[in-house]
């Protein structure tokens, strides 16, 4: 009986079509109405909640790159805080003839070493401040800012530590509170077109050989004259009396010193994660 008057419902609503126009679009125009809403009602819906699974998706899955970054790197790196030395050195600023700092109007540069190396300092006014991560580049960020003076001076792209330290952040090779993992090194190295490589042999013979190559060399210092805790530093030039010339990020003066190379030694640190404590830096590609 109910599907008899749905048809003839149907039937009569169609004529009226045709010989009611005025009482068709009376009826029909209500209905078209809430069809209308409800189809619109509808798409907004899935639309909005396509964008919702959308956005958690995306959320996911940069949670899951970040959480494999860090299941990559079970190590917790030696906290690299700028906190100042155990130890004052005694050793006077070197002679300007061995090593000086020397400034273009645009940048400084340390003289004497292999090459006139790009010099930064991480508690520069002009960046201190900035962020590395959550933290700032002028307590933690050492190991970008030593990575920087490095891609600045083998390569011919200029790289400021804000730029470095961005990138390491988005990389995953910053550690909250602690500066950056130890891979920082051979990662930074790798995406600017250099190469890093562990030095093994912890001898003045080993890093002598390294500069003399042409190439540079990355330390990863423990407690002593250069930190309390840990810290990056760039070993670049060897003077005529076999001392070392290095490139503080952390101490302008420091880098205007000559380094034994026993103490340099003596004080790297104990990791020994991601080829760390000593890695050399070279313009070569090496299988």
Not at 135 to 155: F, H, L
Not at 220 to 236: D, E
Request: net charge negative.
């Amino acid at each position: 009986m109910l599907l008899a008057l749905l048809c003839i419902g149907t039937a009569e609503l169609a004529a009226s079509y045709f010989y009611a126009p005025e009482f068709f679009d009376r009826v029909t125009t209500p209905v078209i109405r809430t069809v209308k809403t409800c189809a619109d009602f509808v798409g907004d819906t899935y639309r909005e909640t396509k964008d919702a699974v959308s956005t958690a998706c995306l959320k996911a899955k940069e949670d899951l790159q970040a959480l494999a970054a860090q299941l990559q790197r079970p190590e917790d790196p030696p906290a690299q805080l700028a906190e100042g030395s155990l130890y004052t050195s005694d050793t006077p600023i070197a002679d300007p003839a061995v090593t000086e700092l020397r400034s273009d109007g645009r940048r400084e540069y340390l003289t004497g070493g292999i090459m006139d190396l790009v010099y930064y300092n991480q508690t520069s006014p002009a960046w201190a401040a900035l962020p590395y991560g959550t933290d700032d580049i002028g307590r933690y960020g050492c190991g970008p800012t030593a990575m920087a003076m490095v891609v600045s001076s083998m390569t011919e792209r200029i790289i400021e530590p804000p730029e470095m330290a961005s990138w390491a952040a988005q990389t995953h090779h910053w550690a909250k509170e602690s500066g950056s993992y130890l891979s920082i090194v051979n990662d930074a190295a790798q995406a600017h077109g250099l190469t890093a490589y562990s030095i093994v042999d912890h001898t003045p013979d080993a890093i002598f050989s390294v500069l003399s190559s042409g190439n540079l060399v990355v330390a990863l210092m423990g407690p002593g004259h250069f930190t309390r805790s840990g810290h990056f530093i760039v070993i670049h030039g060897l003077t005529l009396t076999g001392n070392l010339l290095v490139a503080d990020p952390n101490s302008a003066e420091r880098s205007l010193m000559e380094w034994d190379p026993q103490l340099i030694l003596d004080e790297l640190s104990k990791s020994r994660h991601n080829g760390a404590p000593l890695w050399g830096i070279s313009a070569a590609n090496y299988d």
